[in-house]
Nanobody
Framework: QVQLVESGGGLVQAGGSLRLSCVVS????????MGWYRQAPGKQRESVAT???????NYIDSVKGRFTISRDNAKKTVYLQMNSLKPEDTAVYYC??????????????WGQGTQVTVSS
């Protein structure tokens, strides 16, 4: 069974940093796009950053210059380095990956989420 396992969330003061990690466990053929999403209380889930298998990245405007997404294909892991955190970054952060489990089959998969809380 393939799972996405996240780690690295926590409580941090404004201006601080956190690094999120997400590992894909289980047997897969390949991983296409990976990304981080977040959902704050009372708000819709939004895409924060994505990265393709070739390393092309995309960010929402509110995190540009502060967050950096990266991936290690050999370790089947995606990271999100978050610097200069703000209280408005507080949310549950979810990892997402497009997994190819066979030459004919791929699907999107989500992690369980990790809480990030930024105090003012």
């Amino acid at each position: 069974q393939v799972q996405l396992v996240e780690s690295g969330g926590g409580l941090v003061q404004a201006g601080g940093s956190l690094r999120l990690s997400c590992v894909v466990s289980g047997s897969i053929f390949s991983i296409n796009v990976m990304g981080w999403y977040r959902q704050a209380p009372g708000k819709q889930r939004e895409s924060v950053a994505t990265i393709t298998s070739g390393g092309y990245t995309n960010y929402i405007d509110s995190v540009k210059g502060r967050f950096t997404i990266s991936r290690d294909n050999a370790k089947k892991t995606v990271y999100l380095q978050m610097n200069s955190l703000k209280p408005e970054d507080t949310a549950v952060y979810y990892c997402n990956a497009r997994l190819r489990v066979s030459p004919e089959t791929d699907y999107g998969s989500w992690g369980q989420g990790t809480q990030v809380t930024v105090s003012s």
